[in-house]
């Protein structure tokens, strides 16, 4: 028996060496985009040591293979690893395909101040830090850390950014690619976005890019959450902040758990609390705030496809300055030329009439799929619910009901196809249907301020870039936007042909009552966007850039129906049926330098915008409620003209200064007056020491100048009834210049894993300078904010 076994086995022996094992594997590296050939990719056979290169062909062969299945493990430096199952019989061809566009997995992170939404364009990216330092402040705070962008507050909780001298509709916000609606048009709006629900924040000067939206004149704010990259792993960060001014903070949390087949969900919470804030001399009564914010992502990635869903929950109570709102017309005018408040109460966390509070809901689906050879398509669904309750002083039965009561429902589709197969030709064409209705609940009492309207948008677009060589890259496009806004608005007869519409608008009335009609105005806009423009390196540290955008903006409903007492902006507000399409012509350049050692940004811009709507006040009225001013829209010719500058230097390993400087002039050319509201000119420096054997130690002091703003229009006159005669109301004068210190210092420490805390205390208004700011509407009644320490703790696992 042993016998037989032993020829058994010399038989098998035999019959295993006779194996054909000649069979050549010869194989192609190709790019999936656009087929090219990629060289330099290695490819190894999984289980065994042998590996190979491929040519400058992209080509490869192994020879003396056995017929079967085996694995291949391809890399290449610039593409994502991929494994490939091939199967030998006899000799055997195959061509593999990488994804050789990184940054289309987004698993490439943007770091520095380099372009990543348009090539020609100005365009500037916030840091991770200074995002962290800013936890606990708006979005509109944390944006002044760039030249060109300023403010525009109501008091020290509601900030809106201004960039370049705009705000309001002529700057779109981009929350992971969705775009903000929620009434922007209001002065004392803030953008109901969560800064910590965001880590890549970038601002787009201008309407370079018109991707986005061609209404947006003044820039686009686009804010995306981190890339999840394909990996099995589970991290989080919990950041806690600490005011001092305020007596207050906020505490913010994420958690993301991702896969290695794509799969991948983030979660993320914040919560803030703050009570009245303070100036240097004395307390802001009603000035708290209250914010909560909830996010959820989720989704998959892979190379072929992949969706995304999204949700996001934020919501706002914010108390306004009891001192803002006042009883008679002597009061007001004697508060507003005294500047002293009238009303000091003892500090609170309670929030009390006047007040806002305002709770937005945003969800989205989307889709992607690439396809060889071609490019990729994406579509995307989303739906924005906003609503905004704004509280007045009331008596009686009123005394907890709203003054303005609005509800905004949007739904929004989109879809692009992205055409990337020919290297250095990059294009994007895609289109938009959007529906939006506003509700305006009568229940109120008061008459409303902005009417229930029906709103229908929808825009085609196409972009495209092209690298001329290593050197030049140009880049163009173009929109059609059309808008309709269907209202149906009560006016009372005496306004109605105060304002002469009994003229010009007398077939849009659909029932007299006597002293109101019922009015159904319905308006139509079709709008043109166009830029061109191109980026040159001068070399490797030298960069030039020029663009040229081309945009119209269709009025909003503000512009248009106000009419009536806006109870937080403690104004009465007054539009015009009259109104049409802004049109804008900006010309814009930026010279740029980057080395290890040191590093400037010029960047000039010239802005003409025909049919300009302002908002400026004209006179005072008294209502039942008090004497407020009397602000009313109106269009003109304007153009603005300014200059962002910055300029860093790195004196040494540990020490670095920064400088920037930023100013603009906007002129009212039909009249040559200036135009209210232009940012006033400031000038930042700052020193930063680090030492990272110090544990990550930093400590920066920041230096802010801000001048005088010399212009502005006239004070205008109005009627004291305890006078009996006009006198001027001081509400255009600017206040003083004035300089403010800040200081931050931070270090990092390791508890489970290498600096998993940081540790961060800051100062601002050091000093506790009293100032007032020509862009704070509340600068009439009382100085800014005092100093306010804030210590920050952040810890990653």
């Not at 799969?263 to 993320?268: E, P, S």
């Not at 849009?508 to 009552?513: F, G, M, P, R, T």
């Not at 400026?616 to 008090?626: K, L």
């Not at 270090?747 to 208004?765: E, P, W, Y």
Request: with cysteine; hydrophobic share 35%; net charge negative.
């Amino acid at each position: 028996m042993k016998y037989y076994l032993y020829v058994f086995a010399i038989f098998c022996s035999s019959i295993i060496c006779a194996q054909d094992c000649n069979s050549i594997l010869l194989g192609e590296i190709v790019d999936f985009h656009d087929n090219s050939a990629l060289s330099d990719a290695t490819i190894s056979i999984t289980g065994k040591s042998a590996s190979i290169v491929s040519d400058e062909n992209g080509k490869f062969n192994f020879k003396n293979l056995c017929n079967g299945v085996l694995e291949l493990e391809i890399s290449h430096p610039e593409c994502t690893t991929k494994f490939v199952t091939i199967t030998i019989n006899g000799d055997t061809y195959s061509e593999i395909r990488l994804e050789h566009h990184l940054e289309e997995l987004k698993e490439v992170k943007v770091v520095g101040n380099v372009p990543k939404n348009t090539n020609s364009g100005q365009e500037n990216i916030l840091s991770m830090q200074d995002l962290e330092r800013n936890s606990g402040n708006s979005l509109g705070d944390a944006l002044k850390r760039i030249p060109g962008v300023s403010t525009l507050n109501t008091g020290g909780n509601i900030v809106k950014p201004i960039i370049q001298g705009l705000n309001g509709s002529r700057i779109l916000i981009l929350n992971n690619n969705v775009r903000m609606q929620d009434m922007e048009w209001g002065e004392e709006h803030a953008p109901n976005v969560d800064v910590n629900a965001n880590q890549n924040i970038s601002v787009i000067k201008g309407a370079a890019a018109i991707e986005f939206g061609g209404d947006a004149i003044g820039g686009v704010i686009v804010l995306e959450p981190l890339p999840v990259v394909r990996t099995d792993s589970l991290f989080g960060k919990t950041q806690l902040n600490l005011s001092s001014n305020g007596r207050g903070g906020n505490i913010t949390s994420s958690l993301t758990k991702s896969y290695k087949s794509g799969l991948y969900i983030k979660a993320q919470g914040s919560y803030k609390i703050l009570g009245d804030l303070e100036a240097p001399d004395y307390l802001l009564s009603n000035t708290g705030i209250k914010e909560s914010g909830l996010s959820l992502n989720f989704g998959k990635r892979d190379f072929v496809q992949g969706w995304e869903g999204y949700y996001s929950y934020f919501n706002s109570e914010v108390g306004i300055l009891r001192a803002s709102h006042i009883g008679n017309i002597d009061d007001l005018i004697l508060s507003i030329n005294s500047q002293t408040p009238s009303i000091i109460n003892d500090f609170t966390y309670d929030i009390t009439q006047p007040n806002q509070e305002v709770t937005h809901h945003l969800a989205k689906l989307s889709y992607y799929r690439r396809f060889e050879g071609f490019g990729k398509w994406t579509i995307q669904y989303d739906f924005q619910k906003n609503r905004r309750f704004e509280y007045d002083i009331r008596v009686g039965d009123d005394v907890d009901k709203a003054s303005l009561d609005l509800q905004l429902t949007t739904h929004s589709i989109l879809s692009n196809l992205t055409f990337d197969a020919k290297q250095g030709l990059h294009i994007k064409v895609g289109g938009l249907g959007r529906f939006q209705s506003n509700f305006a609940n009568p229940d109120t009492g008061v008459r409303r301020l902005i009417p229930d309207y029906d709103k229908y948008d929808f825009g085609l677009f196409t972009i495209g870039s092209y690298e001329l060589n290593t050197d030049w890259t140009i880049d163009a496009g173009a929109r059609y936007d059309f808008s309709r806004i269907d209202a149906k608005k009560f006016y009372r007869e005496s306004r109605w042909e105060e304002r002469g519409y009994d003229v010009d608008y007398a077939n849009i009335v659909l029932e007299d009552l006597g002293t109101q009609l019922l009015t159904n105005p319905v308006f139509d806009y079709h709008n043109f966007s166009g830029t061109a423009g191109f980026h040159y390196e001068i070399n490797e540290n030298d960069h030039l850039r020029f663009n040229y955008a081309f945009s119209q903006r269709a009025p909003n409903p503000s512009e248009l129906f106000s009419d009536g007492l806006h109870h937080s902006a403690a104004r009465i507000e007054l539009g015009d049926l009259r109104i049409k399409s802004e049109t804008s012509s900006k010309f814009s350049a930026s010279l740029e330098r980057n080395t290890g050692t040191w590093g400037y940004s010029l960047a000039p811009y010239l802005n003409n915008i025909d049919d300009f709507i302002v908002l400026e006040p004209t006179g005072v009225e008294f209502t039942i409620r008090g004497a407020f001013p009397v602000w009313a829209y109106r269009q003109t010719n304007a153009v603005l003209l300014g200059v962002d500058t910055s300029v860093y230097n790195n004196w040494s390993s540990n020490i670095r200064t920064d400088h920037k400087f930023a100013w603009v002039k906007g002129t009212d050319i039909e009249t040559d007056v200036p135009l209210i509201n232009m940012p006033a000119a400031n000038f930042t420096n700052s020193i930063t020491y680090t030492n990272p054997k110090w544990n990550n130690f930093l400590v920066n002091l920041e230096s802010q100048y801000v001048f005088k703003q010399t212009r502005y229009p006239s004070n205008i006159e109005v009627f004291s009834p305890q006078l009996q005669e006009n006198v001027v109301l001081d509400i255009n004068t600017p206040p003083d210049a004035y300089h403010l210190l800040s200081l931050n210092t931070e270090a990092s420490f390791t508890l489970k894993n290498k600096n998993d805390l940081t540790v961060g205390l800051s100062a601002t208004n050091l000093l506790n300078t009293n100032y007032r700011d020509y862009l704070n509407r509340q600068r009439y009644f009382v100085d800014d904010m005092g100093r306010n320490i804030s210590l920050r703790l952040i810890f990653n696992y």
